[in-house]
Every structure is written in C-alpha cells, then in structure tokens.
C-alpha cells in the first residue's frame, strides 16, 4: 500500500542522512556528570508516548516531528509523516487511510502531559494536509515536511522541504529545495509564498529564535564540504522576501547577504536541532540528537545570543528500550518552552524514535529534563 512506502522512504532518508557521519563525537566532557558549560541535569523523567485522545479523534496512528512555536493563546505544533487509522481496545493500531506528510495542531489548555492536542482535519474529521502541492505536483511525486515555524506580523509561517521520488527503490529520492508557507489562521491550510522568481528560499531552517530586530534561523546541513549548522538572520518584516536573508560569515558576528560568503557556524552536528530562551539560565539553550555514533543522546548547548559563542555540550541518554522495542536512533528532539516550568528549571522536550522491528507503529515520545545552573567553581574543566 502507498502509506507503507512512503514510511520506509521517510524512515530511510533520515537514516541515510546520518549513515555517511565521519566527524568524531563532540560530547561532554565528562558525560556521566551531565554538566554543561552553565548548568547540569539533575534529572530526566521520561513521558512514555505523545500518542492520547487527541490524535485518536483525528485518526492519526503514529507521526514524527512534532516541533511547536507560540501563537496568541497557545502553540502551534508541526509534524512530518503522520499515518491515519484507528487503534483498538488493545493498543494495536489498524492503518487505513493513507498519510499525509505535513500535519499541524493547536495547543491551548495544558491540563496533563503529554498535552492533548487539537489537529487540523478535514471534512471528515480526518488529519490533513497542512501544506498543498503546486499545480504540477502530486503526491505520486512529491513530499513537503515540515521545518520549523514561526508567529511574526500576525500571520503563522512554516518553513519546509519539497521532496521529489525519483523511482520505486528506497534509496530513489531527493530534497528538490525549501520554502515558505503561511497561514492566518494557524490551525488551517498554509499557502506556498511564490515570487517572481518561483517558490524556493535561500533557507531550510531546523530551528528558529526571534530578538527584538532579528528572526535567527538554523540550518543543519553540508555545504562546502563541511557538515554542521549554518546560521541566516532576517527582518520580521523581510521574512517573506527571499532577498531580505543574510548568513553568517565569521566571528563578531559577521553578516552578508551574499550566501557564498557564509562559513559553518557549528561543526558536527547532524539531523534536528532545536533553540530557545531559558528564563531560569538567562541564556538561549540548544538540543541536538542523530549523532549516530551515539544514537540515543541528546545533547545541549547554552549561549547569551543566538550568534553564540555555544558552549560546551552535555547529554542525556533515552532508555534502551521504549513502546516495547529497541532504540535504534533517537532524532528530531525539540524545545517546547510553553510547555516549560519554574521559568525553565524544568524542560519539556519531545523526540522520535527509530525502533527496531516496529513496523509503522511508534510515535514521538516527551521528556521533562530538570536542570540546575552551575556555580563557577563547578563549571567544566575548573577545579
């Protein structure tokens, strides 16, 4: 059937990104500490699955993604590969329906954890399509997941990747480019930003932070030979021309809007990233997992400014076995600050799982990690 294919095609191309990693592991340096360069985790209590009531009533089985950006009276929650169906009184999911490839939902009422979720469906109360295809594209083809998203100038905007099948094999297709979408209403169908030149931006963000002036976006990918994140900058109210980006191109920080002139900004990181502001570190921190060396980690970073410098890493590690299987690889880890208590001294994050011999069935799964700030004494590398 269709939705099976399309779930070895999706499972297999993240896999693929991280099969080819050849950099050395950059971790803590003592990760049995779980100390970073300002804080430690003094704990990790691990949710079990985000699958609830909510996803049951828009038929959705199982989905990956799930990053989350504020609107006016809750969040916005994104997700890639999501697959309808049913479960029964059992548990054991049942696959109708097919899937879709971009599937978004609101937030607003946090009464337990994980948090139901309101998604956006069709007419028949089924999850949908957040993301439409252009004339000349179809899902025989094509794919749009979901990057990251942003609420700026009254509008919802999503950042995306429009992937192109080439043939029937799992290895048989590519990222044809990125692009903008945005919706007024949230909770709704996201419109394709086209200009004159087509629909393709100059940006495929991972992860995204808002200053007072500038909208900092982060993407993970290999350019110029050199793998890690690359970090672009825009107006708020530039977001939508593709022109208005600059990247960064060196230490002050440096900005041009000529992209051949950008440099790596973080070596060695691979698959999802996420960035936000702690209220409790006052600091902005940063959560990076899919190194495959070390499949079950996530890590994090803290820095004053979006432009860093980000210091030192530290890692918590997702049990070896979750949903009754085993953990292959843990990806797509993200912040959820709404979701943050004690003004951030406990934080919420979400990931996905790569489980071995599960078949379809498996869904993202939420951790709250309380941390602790350092005092200088106890900071890495002093005495």
């Known amino acids: 059937m269709l939705y099976i294919s399309v779930k070895n095609l999706t499972s297999y ?19 049995s500490l779980r100390k970073c360069e300002s804080f430690c985790v003094v704990h990790s209590n691990f ?79 089924q999850v949908a399509q957040a993301i439409d295809f252009l004339p000349g594209e179809s899902w025989n083809r094509y794919r749009i997941w979901p990057l990251s998203g942003i609420y700026v100038n009254g509008r919802s905007y999503i950042y995306y990747s429009l992937i192109e099948l080439t043939g029937k094999g799992m290895w048989d297709f590519g990222n044809a480019s990125s692009g903008l979408a945005y919706s007024t209403q949230p909770l709704n169908i996201h419109k394709r930003i086209q200009t004159p030149e087509g629909w393709c931006f100059p940006v495929a963000p991972a992860a995204i932070v808002m200053t007072n002036d500038w909208i900092y976006l982060f993407d993970v990918d290999k350019r110029h030979g050199r793998q890690g994140l690359w970090l672009s900058r825009v107006r708020p109210t530039e977001i939508e021309n593709p022109d208005g980006y600059q990247f960064y191109c060196g230490q002050g920080p440096s900005f041009d809007p000529d992209k051949n002139e950008e440099v790596l900004f973080l070596k060695n990181i ?25 499949p079950r980690k996530i890590r994090f970073y803290s820095a004053e400014n979006p432009f860093g410098p980000w210091k030192q890493a530290c890692a918590i590690t997702v049990p070896k076995y979750r949903q009754g299987k085993k953990v292959k690889l843990v990806y797509c880890s993200y912040f959820h600050p709404e979701l943050f208590r004690d003004n951030g001294r406990v934080m919420n994050l979400t990931f996905s799982l790569l489980l071995e011999d599960a078949g379809f069935d498996v869904n993202n799964e939420m951790v709250e990690v309380e941390i602790q700030r350092l005092k200088p004494s106890e900071k890495i590398g002093e005495k």
Do not use: M
């Open 13 to 31: 191309l993240k896999v693929a990104i991280l099969v080819f990693i050849t950099a050395s592991f950059f971790g803590c340096t003592s990760t």
């Open 270 to 294: 691979y698959g999802q990233v996420s960035v936000a502001w702690n209220e409790y570190l006052n600091k902005y921190i940063f959560a990076s997992s899919s190194d495959i060396l070390h």
């Open 47 to 125: 949710l079990e699955s985000v699958w609830n009531q909510g996803h049951a009533k828009a038929s959705i089985i199982s989905q990956d993604g799930g990053f989350s950006y504020k609107i006016h009276g809750g969040s916005i929650w994104c997700f890639g590969d999501t697959f309808r169906g049913t479960r029964d009184n059992a548990g054991s999911p049942h696959f109708a329906g097919g899937a879709v490839s971009c599937a978004v939902a609101q937030l607003s009422e946090v009464e337990n954890l994980p948090p139901v979720l309101l998604f956006f469906t069709d007419q028949d109360g």
